[in-house]
């Protein structure tokens, strides 16, 4: 996981400009997308004008469906919704919550600028259904990148590749507020109480440079007189943005009398890399959707397999998911997306015209 990247360094910003993983992986899912959508254009003969245009509408429109969504869930007031909606730099986007805004866009777009073109907003959702998949598969290396929409914990002896979260993922707070394990790698020696002396050290937690024993008096530059003081520092002053992408910690114990200096990287107990597995599932989608464009008999078909195949996906995905989320919101829709995709593919049928050729739009190469 790395939420920063790099820093640029800019006067005037005391550590530079940080260029987070995810924001980084939504434009490159951008760019992917779009180039895809080119391709699949020339072959459906839709102008690549209309499809960039239209393609810059499904992108405002997704993201800003996915806040909103987020934001209804997670404010209580108008005025709050308001003011924190801009502030993408604190995280909070909802995938479905783009696919309703995005699909709104598209719609939107279609009829304001080219409903007199003989081009349907159905053949239009063919051309970008593909690469909304391929978007989706960009997008959720982002969200490993950023440490978001994290899986169960894996099993000794599973059988599948576990991903260890350092520090300032979401998942380190998460797992232990639950109890599953300690904050930074090793658990305090209740004897010594209110002292902060470190007890057992968890395997495999990065935290080894530590002994039973050491008396800790300085975390993260916080100086350190009890537990409440250390738990304070590992559970609330470390969850501020400005610690973010800082995947050390450092520590001043006092050993054999000894003022030592520490510094390690705590990382959490392994969890199923439920954004690797989106991402595998969403390319082989993308194929199957190119694959399958030239085999459909009416316009809306490739849009009706994205939206039932994601959906049936989504919802085996969500079996291995533990980050806090609107649980209940995310697998009934996918149910529904299930069934839409289902009845969408069928009505089809009946609804739009057979696949034509439709006239080799102007100016396009």
Known sequence: MHQVLFRIPVPGWSDGIPIQGFGLMLLLAFLSASWLARRIALRERVSEIMVQDIGLWLFLGGLAGARALFMWEHTRSLSDFAVRFFRFNEGGII???????????????????????????????????APLALGVALGRVGCLLNGCCYGQPVPPNYGTIAIHYPMPAAARFDLSARGLQSPAGFTLDSSALPRAVVGAIESGSGAGVLQPGDHIV???????????????????????????????????????????????APQTIGLHPAQIYETISMLLLTLVIVAYLPLRGREGQ?????????????????????????????SNTSVMLVLMGILLWLGLQFATLPIRQVPEPEGSQ
Request: proline share 5%.
């Open 95 to 129: 995938l479905y919550g783009g696919y309703a805004g995005g699909s709104l866009a598209l719609v939107l777009g279609w009829y304001l600028k080219y409903r007199k073109q003989p081009v349907s907003p159905w053949r239009l959702a063919d051309v970008y259904a």
């Open 302 to 330: 490739a849009a009706a397999l994205f939206v039932g195949f994601y959906g049936f996906h989504r919802f085996l995905n969500e079996l291995l998911r533990s980050d806090p989320r609107p649980i209940g919101l995310e």
């Open 218 to 264: 300085e975390a993260a530059g916080h100086p350190i007189f009890g537990a409440e003081d250390l738990s304070r520092v590992l559970i609330e002053d470390l969850s501020d943005p400005r610690y973010r992408g800082d995947n050390y910690l450092d520590l001043v114990v006092l050993r054999d009398g000894e003022r030592v200096n520490i510094r390690y």
